[in-house]
Nanobody, 124 residues
């Protein structure tokens, strides 16, 4: 089992940047595919970005491609989401997720473990 704790959220103006971090417990972090999702008020939780166990494969939602970058440091048991050129529509609670599987997972239902989320608010 793995526990996930997100950090790095906050309030930023449009065009600004934030870096989210997700720290994981356990010794087998490198065996988990990781993902970032977000949920805006009144909307369903949606996929943002995913990364494979070793970090060699990544995948992004079209809405963030070219602006967000997912990365991981398996020695630090941490996955990151660098968010640049933020827009008001990026405002949401951001969640990291993990699953004991190779490859990159896009589907919310495939992830077994979730963090509590961190709020990102982008003002116009």
């Amino acid at each position: 089992q793995v526990q996930l704790v997100e950090s790095g959220g906050g309030l930023v103006q449009a065009g600004g940047s934030l870096r989210l971090s997700c720290a994981a417990s356990g010794r087998t972090f490198g065996s988990y595919a990781m993902g970032w999702f977000r949920q805006a008020p009144g909307k369903e939780r949606e996929f943002v970005a995913g990364i494979s166990r070793g970090g060699g494969s990544t995948y992004y939602a079209d809405s963030v491609k070219g602006r967000f970058t997912i990365s991981r440091d398996n020695a630090k048991n941490t996955v990151y989401l660098q968010m640049n050129n933020l827009k008001p529509e990026d405002t949401a609670v951001y969640y990291c997720a993990a699953d004991f599987t190779p490859g990159v997972l896009v589907s919310r239902g495939k992830y077994d473990y979730w963090g509590q989320g961190t709020q990102v608010t982008v003002s116009s």
